[in-house]
């Protein structure tokens, strides 16, 4: 047991390193030109917070391998566990809610402040906002700690008055007790025995409870949307693709188009940007500012397709080689996340909605893995638990194009812009809380007996206030109506050729 000890603690910390390596090497090469060699701290938070959510959804793998270090034992506490999972825990989602609510909007709020103010007006100002956060999320927490921050559990009372132990004795189904007529069975009690035992949750994880289910919320909806337009976004990119290539003169055209909106674009930006100094930003304002986000991401889109459809310079047919390769590329990805976002949504309903559930599925096969190879189970679990997160903010992305409340902050290799960076990793922080409370329900069989189902299993089901939206799978409820909507509008809309946007206005 202590060689397992010894390389559970090298594995956690090697890929600690690797996390951070590589949410650095994203960094580096997502960002756009503009942020180069500047905005330090945003970046640091980037960082920091992409490297928080990867080791949050890989905590729910260390968590199972570190039951591993008790298999042998008659109880968990008959021996002593590599890590102290649940102190983990509780530390990384505090982090956590410190760094969605307080960090990162003074590093938005930093980063998105006026230019033309020093630095010193433009700290004034995001601390401004974020300590007014600050007041107000400490009074709702503790309010709602010293009302309702109880747990409830429904336990049932049995008892047995004192009988001679005898010589010989048979336990069975239909006769759990030593003798005759001793009350020792829950499941023969009668129902006036059960009653309801409350506690006090400790305040770490009452602040874990209220971050999930705000994550919990965001995560039914942009989950729910995008565990099917991940997939099918990808397959209807490759059925829409350029078929050949266009002619000089068709190229031409498109392009003296494209050069038109872009005109027309930076009309209306440059109008936006004077009512902005003018201080009258106002729910118009906004409205057309999101219209122009709207237009312009739309715009990249159009340019990068035609630069697909006409390639130019001395490597043409290679470009046009690799340009097939890629819609090839798309359409194998897609299939193969198509049916893992079938297996999800079929593990939810076979597992989590049908009361008995129909078969362990999912949970079965992480199991037959890790007879195959120790890490293979771990390894496709945490994929599993990834993927959620990808939908999220694939979900995101779509929504943002279609809903006027939902701000757009598209991720693109060389081109992302640091408030855009802020934004995605405050929305996968506060998913991941989510993602690994729906990972540790849906794989409650596979994930027995460890420290994450302890806090999100048995404690944030059972508080006072909250249990019911749990108790009536509220949110798995969502998130597969969503993705159902999303299949049906895909099958219906998703194979159509985007039309171009005509002459854009602002709406006066």
Known sequence: MGDFNLALVIVAIVVCVLVFIFNLYLLVNYQHPDDKNQAYFPKFVVVLGLSVSAISILMLPADVANRQACRHAIYNGACNLTLPMKDLWLAIYIVDAILVFFVIPFAMFYYEGDQDKTVGKRIKSALLWVITTAIVCGLVLGILYGVIGKVDFTVRHLSSSTTSFPSTFQLSSGQPCVGTGRQCSAYDASPSSETTWTMRSTFPEYVVALATIVGSVLFSIFGGVGIACLPLGLIFSFIRRPKAVITKSQYIKEA?????????????ADALHQEERSGSKGR???????AVEKELLLLEDDVKALEEMYPQGEKAEATWAMTV??????LILGVFGLIVSIAWVAHIVIYLLID????PFLNEVFIKLDDIWGLLGTASFAFFCFYLLLAVIAGA???GLRLVFITIHPMKWGGTLMNSFL????????CSISVIQ???????????ATAAQEIFGHTLQSLRGIKYLYKYNVFQIAFVA???LTFVYYAAFGWRRKKPSGRFQLSS
């Open 325 to 330: 390769l890629g819609y090839l590329a798309k």
């Open 397 to 399: 992305m779509m929504l």
């Open 284 to 290: 118009k304002w906004r409205k057309n500012m999101k």
């Open 256 to 268: 003296t188009e494209l050069g038109k909106k872009a005109r027309e674009l930076k009309k209306a």
């Open 356 to 359: 008995p559930p129909l078969s």
């Open 423 to 430: 934004f995605n990793v405050g929305l996968i922080l506060l």
């Open 482 to 484: 969503l993705a159902g």
């Open 438 to 448: 729906f990972c540790s329900t849906a794989f409650a069989y596979y994930a027995q």
